[in-house]
């Protein structure tokens, strides 16, 4: 393998090994069927990874923040758990790739 190749594959071992020890942060806006959204909330927010759940104005409903230890177990919660709610027309994950400030955080 060729210098660049060798670097590039350390490159791709450095990404994996830091992402892979990380949580997965996401907020997920979601459009709902106007008489549901209360409901379709507290549905959401029962799920053991959703920290919070927000009812909003303008383009969602909701939006909710999820952090989950691996995008494998954040796919699972959008096709089957998000997937399954009743009234729920769609969502749109957006990933979260650094925090500037976190109330938790200190």
Known sequence: MNNLGELMEAEITNFREY????IITALIGIEAEINNVDAIGRIIGEHKNVEEVFVVTGEYDLIIKVRFP?????EKFIVNNLNSIQGIRKSKTMMVL?????????
């Open 70 to 74: 691996d995008y494998i177990a954040l």
């Open 98 to 106: 650094s925090i500037i400030k976190d109330m938790y955080m200190r």
């Open 19 to 22: 992402y892979d020890n990380k």
